[in-house]
């Protein structure tokens, strides 16, 4: 270096020259400012200027990411770009330019670290203002000049260049890895030669030993993990439509074989985020004292993970030839083949098996997930993470490209250590705009989860963790339990645009309601809370869809009377002191629709006692604006956004999404969510309740909204040529769309114009202490109940034993009170769900009314009711634990009809939700990206960004 000084020829422009000698002393930041400035306003071509010139951009160690940010301006690129285009395409070139020569020379010197450094902040601020405008984007695809080729061989593109060096400056030896002390024949200052699957950077999978690392090296590797995000970041420009279409050619490159530190890097980024503790050695508010750089690699190294494990090969180029374009400048750019194994990043995820492995993924991502559940005696004495939902987002992604993970993940006890973190969160965020769609996200994982026997199995365990859980009151039980008080939570409370959920929340309670043998009294409380919410006719007839969610609970109640009957005593006594919901239900009348009363938009909350059992219960939020389920099929949603209530974020109980409140992306709920149904053997654990014979099962009706077809010979229902609501546009479905897929209901006929406003409908009156006088009463469609024999429920309970006081007082009829009393009270105003152009009509409540699925409750409490009432009356019973008892002692010998099958309605996933995944995922990258603001004032086109939160 000082001869080179000494041989250097003087320059004839010494005062300029002196200015560049100005970077690095205490006018640094005023000579970068200046460097910058030079670029805007000389109109002339810098591309024959020397490596002085250029120096002064990224040779200053002073230098931080946030002088770079606040030192260029938005308005200095787009100055830029409109003004001086030849610079700014000059500067992207020679930074490129710079970071592949550092490459050549393995990153060798303090020198070349702060030059990869600073080129890295300098791309990572311009490179979002040139996805900004599209032809600038085809900039990093023209051929690189600069690059090294073989004869005969075609230039790279420059961003392959940039990539290919960014990948092998991950695997750095003392810039980002620790040398290896092994001795070898590779060169050290030849990356390009050097064995990566050495250097992965902690211990886990592949590697056993961890290899070391300082906070220098973990810097590093968060600086270009930043600018590798940033350079996948051309969808945030592109609109929902355009995405589908949209081939990422920059993650399709760092995905294909091209990449040679696939492996090494998709092992270290896993083992990073498995492997790290927040908590460390506990000392009390040490992190609010000493900075983590591990803490920040480990986020970005998670966001990485969702961005790699998110990319598709879109399906327009899934076999096409490499695109070629042509920039408006006359530049020929480069496509790259797209490469047929398609992501590298998940095919090598899928083939992960060894239960090790498994083990440490499903350990480590939980061990995360519980830190905010975290509880200590000094307030907030130890570290929080904030990245929740990337942790989810890495789940959700893992159960999809590896079933095997999946199924290690219902055998280990690591179902637990995510199952109730997931649900305190979805608790907390019921309330929280800006974090709806982390809340779908955890519903989806729990479809996923409930479409597998083991899970409905596994929540049968004890609930024993001592956890506070806001607004959920105490109580004993299994997880199943507080699957159900936080499902009831969230629609009785949470935001209105939740309500495209409701489908998947009782789908969730259906699949796993044959699996649970005791549900505990508070769970059955607010099941029948909802039933009675949504079998009110103001309710039903207030949208077209909104019956599907009366289907729902009914296939949960018949699922557990037929086959888990015996410990689920809490539930039969509930539905005994609810039987006034479904006699109205039998018998509601078909011309009510005419007839009863709509409430108004936000309508004045009655008194707690003024409620009647069959009305709305108090604290409870129907569904509004949005429609609900479909069928087990589809679920079309609108696209539409709602704009968040006043006063909805300011509840209680609200987690922070992070230290510092930024603006967060406002994202359309997913507008079609699929299943398909599957017929599953009954398992020992799910035997009916009862022996039956076939005759007793003659007339009973279908238990889902539509009748159920037989079942082909693999045990899942045939396909069937789906035909979707008036609501929904007609798409061909795929043969795996129609696996399992039943028809859906007749379309109702088209509505008349209703008439003026009535008094409501009066309720059906409870039958008499008779069932023949019960079952004169009934829908034709049920009048194979009135044929049916004399039933009487044998009971082994002897009843109270006589005190020294006399005979007790026996218990009145009038104390089996409605269960929504003990739901509690609230004055929350109803929002009214009714849809302003939706008129129902007698015949579209027949073509519905008639398919409901209530032979097995209706033939229980013809039963049951008459004889609980007497022996509430005639014995000595006091207190609802012997009602209990009786029901529990007793037996349903010749009661139901035959079991019907149970179908479990799986997950399936549709373009609707890819691109709704994509979205989310990106937004949650780019408000997690902040410090330094990547994104912050380009102009997103995937998403609206909100900056009311």
Same mark, same amino acid.
């Given at each position: 270096?000082?001869?080179?000084?000494?041989?250097?020829?003087?320059?004839?422009?010494?005062?300029?020259?002196?200015?560049?000698?100005?970077?690095?002393?205490?006018?640094?930041?005023?000579?970068?400012?200046?460097?910058?400035?030079?670029?805007?306003?000389?109109?002339?071509?810098?591309?024959?200027?020397?490596?002085?010139?250029?120096?002064?951009?990224?040779?200053?160690?002073?230098?931080?990411?946030?002088?770079?940010?606040?030192?260029?301006?938005?308005?200095?690129?787009?100055?830029?770009?409109?003004?001086?285009?030849?610079?700014?395409?000059?500067?992207?070139?020679?930074?490129?330019?710079?970071?592949?020569?550092?490459?050549?020379?393995?990153?060798?010197?303090?020198?070349?670290?702060?030059?990869?450094?600073?080129?890295?902040?300098?791309?990572?601020?311009?490179?979002?203002?040139?996805?900004?405008?599209?032809?600038?984007?085809?900039?990093?695809?023209?051929?690189?000049?600069?690059?090294?080729?073989?004869?005969?061989?075609?230039?790279?593109?420059?961003?392959?260049?940039?990539?290919?060096?960014?990948?092998?400056?991950?695997?750095?030896?003392?810039?980002?890895?620790?040398?290896?002390?092994?001795?070898?024949?590779?060169?050290?200052?030849?990356?390009?030669?050097?064995?990566?699957?050495?250097?992965?950077?902690?211990?886990?999978?592949?590697?056993?030993?961890?290899?070391?690392?300082?906070?220098?090296?973990?810097?590093?590797?968060?600086?270009?993990?930043?600018?590798?995000?940033?350079?996948?970041?051309?969808?945030?420009?592109?609109?929902?439509?355009?995405?589908?279409?949209?081939?990422?050619?920059?993650?399709?490159?760092?995905?294909?074989?091209?990449?040679?530190?696939?492996?090494?890097?998709?092992?270290?980024?896993?083992?990073?985020?498995?492997?790290?503790?927040?908590?460390?050695?506990?000392?009390?508010?040490?992190?609010?004292?000493?900075?983590?750089?591990?803490?920040?690699?480990?986020?970005?190294?998670?966001?990485?993970?969702?961005?790699?494990?998110?990319?598709?090969?879109?399906?327009?180029?899934?076999?096409?030839?490499?695109?070629?374009?042509?920039?408006?400048?006359?530049?020929?750019?480069?496509?790259?083949?797209?490469?047929?194994?398609?992501?590298?990043?998940?095919?090598?995820?899928?083939?992960?098996?060894?239960?090790?492995?498994?083990?440490?993924?499903?350990?480590?991502?939980?061990?995360?997930?519980?830190?905010?559940?975290?509880?200590?005696?000094?307030?907030?004495?130890?570290?929080?993470?904030?990245?929740?939902?990337?942790?989810?987002?890495?789940?959700?992604?893992?159960?999809?490209?590896?079933?095997?993970?999946?199924?290690?993940?219902?055998?280990?006890?690591?179902?637990?250590?995510?199952?109730?973190?997931?649900?305190?969160?979805?608790?907390?965020?019921?309330?929280?705009?800006?974090?709806?769609?982390?809340?779908?996200?955890?519903?989806?994982?729990?479809?996923?989860?409930?479409?597998?026997?083991?899970?409905?199995?596994?929540?049968?365990?004890?609930?024993?963790?001592?956890?506070?859980?806001?607004?959920?009151?105490?109580?004993?039980?299994?997880?199943?339990?507080?699957?159900?008080?936080?499902?009831?939570?969230?629609?009785?409370?949470?935001?209105?645009?939740?309500?495209?959920?409701?489908?998947?929340?009782?789908?969730?309670?259906?699949?796993?309601?044959?699996?649970?043998?005791?549900?505990?009294?508070?769970?059955?409380?607010?099941?029948?809370?909802?039933?009675?919410?949504?079998?009110?006719?103001?309710?039903?007839?207030?949208?077209?869809?909104?019956?599907?969610?009366?289907?729902?609970?009914?296939?949960?109640?018949?699922?557990?009377?037929?086959?888990?009957?015996?410990?689920?005593?809490?539930?039969?006594?509930?539905?005994?002191?609810?039987?006034?919901?479904?006699?109205?239900?039998?018998?509601?009348?078909?011309?009510?629709?005419?007839?009863?009363?709509?409430?108004?938009?936000?309508?004045?909350?009655?008194?707690?006692?003024?409620? #009647?059992?069959? *009305?709305?219960? /108090?604290?409870?939020?129907? %569904? =509004?604006?949005? &429609? +609900? !389920? $479909?069928?087990?099929?589809?679920?079309?949603?609108?696209?539409?956004?709602?704009?968040?209530?006043?006063?909805?974020?300011?509840?209680?109980?609200?987690?922070?999404?992070?230290?510092?409140?930024?603006?967060?992306?406002?994202?359309?709920?997913?507008?079609?969510?699929?299943?398909?149904?599957?017929?599953?053997?009954?398992?020992?654990?799910?035997?009916?309740?009862?022996?039956?014979?076939?005759?007793?099962?003659?007339?009973?009706?279908?238990?889902?909204?539509?009748?159920?077809?037989?079942?082909?010979?693999?045990?899942?229902? #045939?396909?069937? *040529?789906?035909? /979707?609501?008036?609501?929904? %546009? =007609?798409?061909? &479905? +795929? !043969? $795996?769309?129609?696996?399992?897929?039943?028809?859906?209901?007749?379309?109702?006929?088209?509505?008349?114009?209703?008439?003026?406003?009535?008094?409501?409908?009066?309720?059906?009156?409870?039958?008499?202490?008779?069932?023949?006088?019960?079952?004169?009463?009934?829908?034709?469609?049920?009048?194979?109940?009135?044929?049916?024999?004399?039933?009487?429920?044998?009971?082994?309970?002897?009843?109270?034993?006589?005190?020294?006081?006399?005979?007790?007082?026996?218990?009145?009829?009038?104390?089996?009170?409605?269960?929504?009393?003990?739901?509690?009270?609230?004055?929350?105003?109803?929002?009214?769900?009714?849809?302003?152009?939706?008129?129902?009509?007698?015949?579209?409540?027949?073509?519905?009314?008639?398919?409901?699925?209530?032979?097995?409750?209706?033939?229980?409490?013809?039963?049951?009711?008459?004889?609980?009432?007497?022996?509430?009356?005639?014995?000595?019973?006091?207190?609802?634990?012997?009602?209990?008892?009786?029901?529990?002692?007793?037996?349903?010998?010749?009661?139901?009809?035959?079991?019907?099958?149970?179908?479990?309605?799986?997950?399936?996933?549709?373009?609707?939700?890819?691109?709704?995944?994509?979205?989310?995922?990106?937004?949650?990258?780019?408000?997690?990206?902040?410090?330094?603001?990547?994104?912050?004032?380009?102009?997103?086109?995937?998403?609206?960004?909100?900056?009311?939160?």
């Amino acid at each position: 270096l000082i001869s080179q000084a000494c041989t250097a020829p003087f320059s004839c422009k010494q005062q300029s020259t002196s200015s560049y000698e100005r970077m690095g002393g205490t006018n640094s930041k005023e000579a970068f400012r200046t460097a910058i400035l030079d670029l805007i306003n000389n109109q002339q071509s810098v591309t024959t200027q020397d490596d002085t010139f250029w120096d002064r951009y990224w040779s200053d160690a002073s230098l931080t990411t946030r002088d770079y940010f606040a030192l260029v301006t938005p308005q200095d690129i787009k100055e830029l770009r409109e003004k001086a285009s030849g610079n700014l395409t000059a500067l992207c070139f020679k930074v490129v330019e710079r970071i592949n020569n550092a490459t050549a020379t393995a990153c060798s010197g303090p020198n070349e670290h702060v030059i990869v450094l600073n080129c890295t902040r300098l791309l990572i601020r311009i490179l979002p203002y040139l996805f900004e405008a599209p032809d600038w984007r085809l900039l990093f695809w023209s051929p690189a000049n600069f690059a090294e080729t073989q004869d005969g061989e075609q230039p790279q593109a420059l961003a392959q260049v940039l990539l290919n060096s960014l990948a092998d400056l991950l695997f750095c030896p003392d810039f980002t890895v620790i040398p290896n002390s092994k001795q070898g024949p590779e060169n050290p200052d030849d990356l390009s030669s050097l064995d990566s699957c050495e250097y992965i950077w902690e211990a886990g999978i592949g590697c056993t030993v961890s290899p070391g690392t300082t906070k220098a090296i973990d810097s590093n590797r968060t600086e270009i993990l930043k600018l590798l995000m940033t350079c996948f970041s051309e969808p945030l420009y592109l609109t929902p439509e355009e995405l589908s279409s949209h081939s990422n050619r920059w993650l399709a490159h760092f995905c294909s074989p091209e990449n040679r530190h696939v492996l090494p890097l998709l092992t270290s980024l896993i083992n990073v985020v498995c492997s790290y503790d927040p908590v460390g050695y506990g000392v009390p508010y040490y992190y609010t004292l000493v900075r983590d750089p591990r803490g920040e690699l480990v986020e970005s190294s998670s966001q990485l993970l969702c961005l790699l494990f998110d990319y598709t090969l879109p399906a327009a180029h899934a076999h096409g030839g490499p695109p070629t374009h042509v920039m408006g400048r006359g530049q020929q750019t480069l496509g790259i083949q797209e490469p047929g194994m398609g992501n590298l990043f998940c095919s090598f995820v899928s083939r992960l098996h060894q239960n090790g492995d498994l083990e440490f993924i499903a350990k480590g991502l939980t061990t995360l997930l519980c830190n905010p559940l975290r509880q200590t005696y000094l307030p907030q004495s130890i570290k929080k993470i904030y990245f929740s939902q990337e942790l989810y987002i890495l789940f959700w992604k893992l159960f999809e490209m590896n079933k095997k993970f999946l199924m290690h993940m219902l055998r280990s006890p690591a179902l637990f250590d995510l199952l109730v973190p997931l649900l305190y969160q979805l608790l907390e965020t019921r309330t929280n705009p800006a974090l709806v769609g982390m809340l779908h996200v955890g519903v989806f994982i729990l479809l996923l989860l409930s479409g597998e026997r083991n899970f409905g199995v596994r929540l049968n365990k004890p609930f024993t963790q001592r956890l506070y859980l806001p607004d959920i009151p105490k109580f004993t039980g299994t997880h199943a339990d507080l699957l159900f008080l936080v499902f009831h939570k969230i629609i009785t409370s949470g935001l209105p645009r939740l309500q495209p959920l409701y489908d998947c929340l009782l789908t969730v309670l259906v699949n796993v309601s044959p699996y649970l043998k005791s549900l505990s009294m508070v769970a059955c409380a607010r099941l029948m809370h909802l039933m009675e919410s949504f079998a009110t006719p103001w309710f039903l007839y207030a949208k077209s869809t909104n019956h599907y969610l009366v289907f729902y609970l009914l296939e949960i109640f018949n699922n557990v009377i037929q086959y888990q009957f015996d410990g689920n005593t809490n539930l039969i006594y509930s539905l005994i002191r609810s039987k006034a919901v479904f006699y109205q239900l039998a018998n509601l009348p078909e011309d009510s629709c005419q007839t009863v009363q709509k409430r108004g938009r936000t309508a004045v909350p009655l008194p707690p006692e003024e409620h #009647p059992a069959q *009305e709305q219960p /108090p604290g409870t939020q129907p %569904p =509004s604006q949005e &429609p +609900t !389920a $479909q069928t087990s099929g589809e679920t079309e949603i609108p696209s539409q956004q709602e704009q968040p209530v006043p006063g909805e974020a300011e509840g209680e109980g609200v987690p922070s999404t992070g230290p510092e409140a930024h603006p967060v992306p406002d994202i359309d709920p997913p507008k079609r969510i699929k299943t398909i149904e599957v017929r599953v053997d009954v398992e020992e654990d799910s035997q009916p309740s009862t022996p039956v014979t076939p005759a007793e099962g003659a007339g009973r009706v279908s238990p889902t909204p539509q009748q159920v077809p037989p079942a082909s010979a693999e045990g899942n229902t #045939p396909p069937k *040529e789906p035909t /979707p609501p008036p609501s929904q %546009p =007609s798409p061909t &479905p +795929t !043969a $795996q769309d129609q696996l399992g897929q039943q028809a859906p209901p007749p379309e109702p006929p088209k509505a008349e114009d209703s008439p003026p406003r009535t008094q409501p409908h009066p309720q059906a009156q409870p039958p008499p202490s008779s069932s023949t006088a019960f079952v004169s009463g009934l829908p034709p469609h049920m009048a194979n109940l009135e044929n049916a024999p004399p039933l009487t429920f044998e009971s082994s309970y002897d009843g109270p034993k006589p005190t020294k006081k006399g005979r007790p007082k026996g218990l009145s009829v009038n104390d089996l009170l409605p269960l929504h009393r003990d739901v509690g009270t609230s004055t929350k105003q109803l929002v009214e769900p009714a849809t302003p152009d939706f008129k129902p009509t007698p015949e579209w409540v027949r073509s519905w009314k008639q398919k409901l699925p209530l032979n097995t409750i209706l033939r229980v409490l013809q039963v049951l009711v008459p004889q609980v009432e007497k022996l509430c009356t005639d014995s000595n019973v006091k207190t609802e634990h012997e009602v209990l008892e009786y029901l529990k002692n007793g037996t349903l010998v010749g009661l139901l009809p035959v079991p019907h099958p149970i179908l479990i309605r799986k997950y399936q996933t549709s373009e609707s939700t890819e691109i709704w995944f994509h979205t989310y995922i990106w937004g949650v990258v780019y408000v997690r990206n902040f410090d330094p603001p990547i994104w912050y004032d380009s102009t997103i086109r995937l998403f609206t960004v909100n900056k009311q939160y």
